[in-house]
């Protein structure tokens, strides 16, 4: 699916630099999501955003910081990066309606090497 | 806390050979219960929910409450069928996942 966008696909930075993943949406789906996959751990939540300037921490946001300052963007920034932090993120979307659907939208993923 | 939990890493099964992926639970109340599948250089995407009780490619998930299972199945696995599946729960906007079963389907 077009609708959902993140760059860079590929970044390999070093230790202690700041880097910021960028996604984008264009289906003005109100909730959005960070979430990183590692082996043995699967996808584990980071952050995610229920409106423009509303944002909650998931399961593993230290090292992290996001904003939602439009509703189609929510980039995730790695303040000062560690090796830990070497992983696949993905951003998903899903809609805030009372559809009852609850189904999330995933883009294609940032593979994120820390040096 | 809600956890979900995926027992097997790999999944190794022949053409034709009836496929179960495993999937357990910890939730305090009615769970909203996924499937989502990611294939070879594709992005994740939903395969079912069993809140629509609904058979996709083949696959069917039943929610079974007592045993808080909710285990994937397919009679006849395809070579097609070999990725990357996560069950995930859905809680008060966010949503869990275990930590994946890759199936490998063998010709």
């Known amino acids: 699916d077009a609708g959902i966008t993140q760059s860079p696909r590929y970044k390999i930075t070093e230790t202690g630099r700041q880097v910021t993943l960028m996604c984008h949406q264009t289906w003005s789906h109100s909730y959005m999501f960070w979430y990183r996959q590692d082996l043995g751990h699967g996808l584990r939540l980071i952050y995610y955003s229920a409106a423009a300037d509303i944002t909650d921490k998931g399961e593993v946001p230290d090292g992290y910081v996001v904003s939602r300052s439009k509703t189609e963007n929510f980039p995730l920034t790695l303040e000062s990066a560690t090796r830990s932090q070497t992983s696949v993120y993905f951003c998903?979307?899903?809609?805030?309606?009372?559809?009852?659907?609850?189904?999330?939208?995933f883009g294609a993923g940032s593979r994120l090497t820390v040096l | 806390a809600q956890r979900v939990t995926q027992p097997e890493k790999l999944l190794s099964v022949f053409k034709g050979a009836p496929v179960e992926l495993k999937c357990n639970y910890s939730?305090?109340?009615?769970?909203?219960l996924f499937w989502y599948v990611q294939y070879s250089r594709q992005r994740l995407q939903l395969l079912l929910r069993h809140i629509s009780r609904e058979s996709i490619k083949g696959f069917t998930a039943d929610l079974n409450k007592g045993e808080t299972s909710f285990h994937l199945k397919k009679p006849f696995a395809q070579e097609e069928d070999s990725a990357m599946y996560y069950c995930?729960?859905?809680?008060?906007?966010?949503?869990?996942f275990g930590s994946g079963t890759k199936l490998n389907v063998k010709p």
């Open positions: 939730y305090s109340g009615s769970p909203e």
């Open positions: 995930a729960l859905y809680n008060f906007n966010k949503f869990y």
């Open positions: 998903a979307s899903r809609d805030g309606g009372n559809s009852g659907a609850n189904v999330l939208t």
